[in-house]
């Protein structure tokens, strides 16, 4: 069974940083595209950055400059360094891969993602 397990959320205030990490099991990381997804209360849930195996990374406008997405493929981990934080940042931050296939979920960059951790809170005060 996959296990995609984040952690390093939790609260700064207004430029601040945190680093988020994902370690995956039991799935052949190497091969798939890993990326962060993230949900604002009374928001749909929304791609922030991907990898793909080859390690080409793809981000979404509003984080461009500021967060920095990271692979270690002998740990099986990613990372989401995430610098210059705003409150529009806060929200539930997952880690997502592709396990069903070719033909199930959300694109993002050259990736499709459809399979999600529990998620890990990021909160950015003002």
């Known amino acids: 069974q996959v296990h995609l397990d984040e952690s390093g959320g939790g609260s700064v205030e207004t430029g601040g940083s945190l680093r988020l990490s994902c370690s995956v099991s039991?799935?052949?990381?190497?091969?798939?595209?890993m990326g962060w997804f993230r949900q604002a209360p009374g928001k749909q849930r929304e791609a922030v950055a991907a990898?793909?195996?080859?390690?080409?990374?793809y981000y979404t406008p509003s984080v461009e400059g500021r967060f920095t997405i990271s692979r270690d493929n002998a740990k099986t981990t990613v990372y989401l360094q995430m610098n210059s934080l705003k409150p529009e940042d806060t929200a539930m931050y997952y880690c997502?891969?592709?396990?069903?296939?070719?033909?199930?979920?959300?694109?993002?960059?050259?990736?499709?993602?459809?399979?999600w951790g529990k998620g890990t809170q990021v909160t950015v005060s003002s």
């Open positions: 039991g799935y052949p990381y190497k091969a798939y595209c």
């Open positions: 990898i793909d195996s080859d390690g080409t990374t």
């Open positions: 997502s891969t592709n396990v069903y296939g070719p033909s199930a979920g959300t694109w993002f960059g050259n990736c499709r993602f459809n399979y």
